[in-house]
């Protein structure tokens, strides 16, 4: 598998966005995920992911959060209708509190560590995958115009 930007890996795990400007990280991530059966595409940068990201409808998102525009990418996402409720999760080696404010003002749902294990990495995206999809079936059964 290569993880190539508009691929799709048959599973029923949950589908993916990874935005990474580093080639490698993204590479590595998306082979991650695909090996645990996650649909996963790929963006080098979040202006790729905005304009595709509707289309493929994912469960999650991972933005590389010190890539350039990491947090604005974020913040742009919740702006599109069809993406908005979309967790935004950021992977980052920082640990400083105002980063950490920044992204969470920005709408971002959860961090993953750059180092972190696969088995935290999988507990985490799927924790958020289920969240959102619970979600999305409440706001299913709520009345319309309420």
Do not use: H
Request: glycine fraction near 8%; include cysteine.
């Amino acid at each position: 598998m290569t993880g190539n930007d508009d691929k799709t890996v048959t599973s029923s795990r949950g589908r993916v966005i990874v935005v990474d400007g580093d080639a490698e990280q993204r590479r590595l991530m998306t082979l991650r995920l695909e090996e645990n059966l996650f649909d996963v595409r790929g963006y080098a940068t979040g202006d790729d992911c905005l304009a595709k990201a509707a289309d493929f409808d994912p469960d999650v998102i991972l933005v590389n959060i010190t890539m350039a525009g990491g947090i604005e990418t974020c913040r742009r996402l919740k702006q599109v209708p069809a993406l908005k409720t979309v967790p935004v999760v950021f992977v980052t080696g920082r640990d400083d509190d105002q980063t950490t404010i920044e992204a969470l003002a920005a709408g971002g749902s959860d961090f993953l560590s750059n180092n972190a294990s696969q088995p935290v990495m999988i507990a985490r995206l799927s924790s958020q995958i289920a969240l959102n999809r619970t979600q999305r079936q409440i706001r299913n059964l709520a009345p319309q115009g309420v």
